[in-house]
């Protein structure tokens, strides 16, 4: 018993003096950094197209560098999207806006030996590819002419596909939460021995055809008054307001599900190694033993 007792004392005693070297491996394979860019729509609202109206964006990241090929990655970024304005098919006159908030784990691979050791490359294209899940909720401005009050509407608690209702045959409301997969590409740069300097340009493949709230089909705009109310109706079917007294029937393409929305981000960043901004204290707790 006591024999077991002493290499496990001897076991633990040999982790804790190997910690600050195993900590000063970590911190000088590891980065934190920031990111700032814009952020676009690609859905229903513009036609599938690339080429959004960009918005604003940021997020900052940690990244563990394997070795000078690999590194994994994870990021948290923040930003808005829109489309539909003006919405690409006019008399549909559809538009949303929606804040996003993602967070994502991925990994990237570098073309070329990418490291601070001077026999290394400073610079290099890279590819990255991952996964994550982010929180939206698409809003539409309305001015109520009952009222005359006007307002962003959370578009989702309306079903304005009638949702939740007899209306949709048994679709419910979707989730604000939702899976994506991020990709794409890349270049690095070492100014410094202690600084990166990045620019990308990444793609989200979600699995929902709901960032824009648009999917499917018009239900019975008088019937979706009944059940979930009048600005349900009025933003379910905006027509009206292009050309006056139109309303869709039921049953007319409103969207296109047979594709999901997509949303890109594209970025520079700055980032710095962790042993550059705590290895002095690692290095003045080894010094006072």
């Not at 009944?226 to 307001?241: C, K, Q, V, W």
Request: aromatic share 14%; net charge negative; proline share 4%.
């Amino acid at each position: 018993m006591m024999e077991r007792l002493r290499r496990i004392v001897s076991l633990l005693l040999l982790l804790l003096a190997a910690m600050p070297a195993m900590a000063q491996i970590w911190l000088g394979r590891s980065e934190i950094g920031f990111t700032g860019g814009g952020m676009n729509y690609i859905g229903d609202l513009n036609g599938q197209s690339l080429l959004g109206t960009p918005n604003v964006a940021a997020g900052a990241f940690y990244r563990m560098n394997f070795n000078e090929r690999w590194a994994l990655r994870i990021d948290a970024d923040y930003g808005h999207l829109e489309g539909g304005n003006p919405d690409i098919i006019e008399r549909r006159n559809l538009s949303f806006r929606s804040h996003l908030l993602e967070a994502s784990v991925r990994a990237e691979f570098n073309f070329f030996p990418f490291s601070m050791r001077d026999d290394h490359f400073t610079w290099t294209p890279y590819i990255f590819g991952g996964l994550g899940f982010f929180h939206y909720n698409p809003k539409a401005w309305y001015h109520d002419p009952l009222s005359g009050e006007a307002a962003w509407q959370h578009l989702r608690p309306l079903g304005t596909e009638g949702q939740g209702t007899p209306l949709a045959d048994g679709r419910k409301p979707y989730s604000l939460l939702q899976l994506d997969m991020p990709f794409g590409l890349g270049f690095k740069w070492h100014p410094s021995k202690s600084l990166t300097l990045s620019a990308e340009y990444g793609w989200r493949k979600t699995w929902t055809d709901y960032i824009d709230d648009v999917s499917t089909v018009y239900v019975d705009n008088a019937q979706l008054a009944l059940y979930n109310g009048e600005t349900a109706a009025a933003l379910a079917d905006r027509s009206s307001e292009v050309v006056e007294g139109y309303v869709n029937a039921a049953g007319i393409k409103r969207g296109d599900d047979s594709l999901d929305d997509w949303y890109a981000y594209f970025n520079i960043s700055v980032s710095l190694k962790l042993d550059y901004l705590f290895g002095w204290a690692l290095k003045k707790k080894c010094d006072n033993k």
